[in-house]
């Protein structure tokens, strides 16, 4: 049995990460920048995010790419894992699922608009070890590898 928390607000999210391949073989990381989460700031990650009430699981990764990256996906597949973490912010605990999807570019243009998000770049599977991941989008990335 896991923690038991009393003292803060406790939340949940379901987070749903894609790794969006293009025709170079290569996959799309985000930087984060959340300044309030040292365990997360500019560590790299896959684009994605909160999957938010009424959607499906693919609805949301589809949105959250195109709101964050510019890019048009279409998924793929399913990978087989979740990941289960508690975050400890200054006032809440919130308890994150993570799932991953593999996905297909379709088309648009590259660009960051999202304020959690310091930088995005194409990366090669020989260059993904120059960049610190957060665990668990290194667990999806390794994977597919």
């Known amino acids: 049995m896991g923690k038991i928390y009393k003292s803060m607000k406790l939340t949940s999210k379901l987070v749903v990460l894609g790794i969006v391949e293009n025709d170079n073989g290569e996959i799309l990381i985000s930087q984060r920048f959340e300044e309030e989460l040292p365990e997360v700031h500019l560590k790299w990650d896959l684009p994605g995010g909160k999957n938010e009430f009424g959607e499906s699981l693919e609805e949301t990764l589809v949105r959250e790419i195109l709101e964050e990256t510019g890019l048009n996906v279409q998924i793929v597949n399913l990978l087989p894992k979740t990941i289960s973490k508690v975050w400890e912010y200054a006032d809440k605990h919130q308890h994150t699922i993570v799932l991953c999807y593999c996905c297909k570019l379709i088309d648009g243009k590259l660009h ?21 991941f957060l665990p668990s989008s290194r667990e999806f990335i390794e994977m597919v590898l």
């Open 112 to 132: 960051l608009n999202d304020k959690k998000i310091n930088d995005l770049k194409w990366a090669n599977e020989n260059d993904l070890d120059n960049f610190e």
